[in-house]
């Protein structure tokens, strides 16, 4: 229902600090499964309490599903994604 009413108002879906959620690697992307399927756009790979094993399977999992990712203005990490062709929202 939340990303229904997201897409209604005109807005980006978005899994925000999804290192926070206590799943493993493969539970995690059968929950990730899940909101792909009912109309995920996109999810937060880059968080400062993310370690870089966690931005790694984040950004992965972003391009198996086709997922946007929010990126900050930080050059270096935007940069690095828009190498590996991930799709980004830049936000200020």
């Known amino acids: 229902e939340a990303?229904?009413?997201i897409h209604e108002a005109g807005g980006v879906a978005v899994l925000a600090h999804p290192g926070l959620l206590k799943?493993?690697?493969w539970e995690f992307d059968e929950f990730l499964k899940r909101l792909v399927a009912c109309g995920l756009d996109g999810?937060?790979?880059i968080y400062s309490r993310h370690n870089?094993?966690?931005v790694k399977m984040f950004v992965e999992?972003?391009?198996k599903y086709q997922l946007v990712i929010p990126c900050t203005r930080n050059m270096f990490v935007r940069d690095y994604l828009l190498q590996r062709g991930v799709?980004?929202?830049?936000?200020v």
């Open 23 to 25: 799943f493993g690697g």
């Open 87 to 91: 799709n980004l929202i830049i936000t």
């Open 52 to 54: 870089s094993k966690q």
């Open 3 to 5: 990303i229904e009413l």
């Open 61 to 63: 999992l972003a391009e």
């Open 43 to 45: 999810m937060e790979c």
